[in-house]
């Protein structure tokens, strides 16, 4: 397939307006300000057949009933293909408070077949520190099923063992945030870059009345990434001051030349500042075909011998028509998906050419391959 979709792409995107404005918000996020990952161990029951009998299912059916004062004998083995262990997770938000909600996600961690119909039963979650901040439990919504005949075959539609509970996690314990901590808000950029900090910084003073010349500075680059910013003490205050600040726009620097190439999919993106320098490059295939003809020779009916087989070779080589262009010193984008767009060169033909490229030292900007 020749690369005229993709190139088209790439000339759109060329003319696209890359330089428009964009909110501190869209490209900065404050420092502090994060949510938390929780993770938990539990058990869904109710399950219609589809559960398992693991050892470590066992033994946690086991723990949940000695809660509630049943012990059972160890001679017993409890049938408990109703029952799944699974691992539950959730994302605790910034300033969320006890007694607001979350969603969480359940996943079958045994060999249960489905989770399709079960509840999960209270399943503590903990954070990093080994403190539970949330407890969840409620019916999951599954979104897969699966099939199975007597003969062993079976169908699985999407991903049975994998279900959610929207607002199936109680919060009860609230994470401290560094938004009040100190007399300043650093900003981190999304996309860590000098220029773009500088402009960043330079954008919240002359916004805010600042004057760098006389000393009075608002806004302070850090590094690539970081950009501190004082802001008032009082609660109200620095809201009301985030809230304005956020929405300020302004015009981020140009990122750095870079192509990047995904070997797996065969898709390619080229930033408009790559650059070539002075290359010619020719590329052609050549085709080895090997095929082989197996024949019998029998020796004459009056004459003495045996029967044998024997293989004739043949080797064919075939090499296509090759294709040389040249580019001249500074070549844009546009000019380099038109020359390539002319060869017809597929995608992993063209990886081909920027790697060799690249090599060559032809290539002005990043070569990143993922």
């Known amino acids: 397939m020749k690369l005229t979709i993709y190139l088209m792409l790439l000339c759109s995107v060329l003319v696209s307006p890359l330089s428009a404005a964009q909110r501190i918000k869209d490209l900065a996020s404050v420092q502090g300000v994060r949510s938390n990952q929780l993770v938990g161990y539990g058990l869904v029951v109710g399950l219609p057949g589809t559960g398992e009998q693991s ?43 006890p007694g607001q909600t979350i969603d969480v996600t359940v996943s079958s961690i045994g060999e ?30 599954v979104s897969g099923f699966g099939a199975e005949g007597g003969d062993g075959s079976k169908i699985v ?37 000098f220029s773009t900090a500088k402009i960043l910084a330079d954008t ?27 802001a008032p003490r009082e609660v109200g205050q620095r809201v009301g ?7 300020f726009e302004f015009v981020p620097a140009r990122a750095a030349a870079r192509v990047v190439i995904n070997s797996r999919t065969g898709t390619i993106v ?31 009916a009056l004459a003495e011998g ?14 296509d028509d090759s ?14 998906v038109r020359a390539v767009n002319q060869v017809g060169a597929a995608p992993g033909d063209l990886m081909a050419i920027l790697e060799a490229l690249r090599e060559a030292g032809a290539l002005q900007g990043d070569l990143v391959v993922i």
Not at 170 to 189: H, I, K, P
């Open 323 to 336: 294709r040389l262009f040249k580019f001249d010193p500074g070549v844009t984008l546009d000019e380099l």
């Open 241 to 247: 001051f985030l809230a304005t600040l956020e929405n």
């Open 306 to 319: 045996e029967t044998v087989v024997t293989t004739q070779s043949i080797v064919d080589v075939n090499l």
């Open 112 to 141: 249960a077949a489905s989770l399709q119909g079960g509840t999960l039963v209270q399943t503590f979650l903990k954070g990093l520190d080994g403190n539970v901040y949330a407890v969840a439990q409620g019916s999951l919504v």
């Open 55 to 97: 050892p470590f299912t066992e033994q946690s059916f086991r723990t949940m009933l000695s809660n509630f004062g049943i012990s059972l004998d160890s001679s017993v083995k409890p049938k408990i293909k109703n029952v799944a262990a699974v691992a539950v997770h959730a994302e605790l938000p910034p300033f969320i408070k």
């Open 270 to 300: 080229i930033g408009q500042d790559v650059r070539l320098l002075p290359a010619a490059i020719t590329h052609g295939g050549l085709t080895v075909t090997i095929a082989e003809n197996q024949q019998v020779a029998q020796p004459n």
């Open 204 to 230: 919240i003073n002359r916004r805010l009345g600042a004057d760098p010349d006389k000393g009075y500075v608002i806004a302070t680059p850090i590094d690539a990434a970081s950009v501190r910013v004082t």
């Open 157 to 193: 539609v999407n991903t049975p063992t994998v279900g959610r509970i929207a607002n199936g996690a109680l919060v009860e314990r609230a994470v401290t945030s560094g938004f009040m901590q100190n007399d300043y808000l650093t900003l981190n950029l999304k996309y860590p870059d």
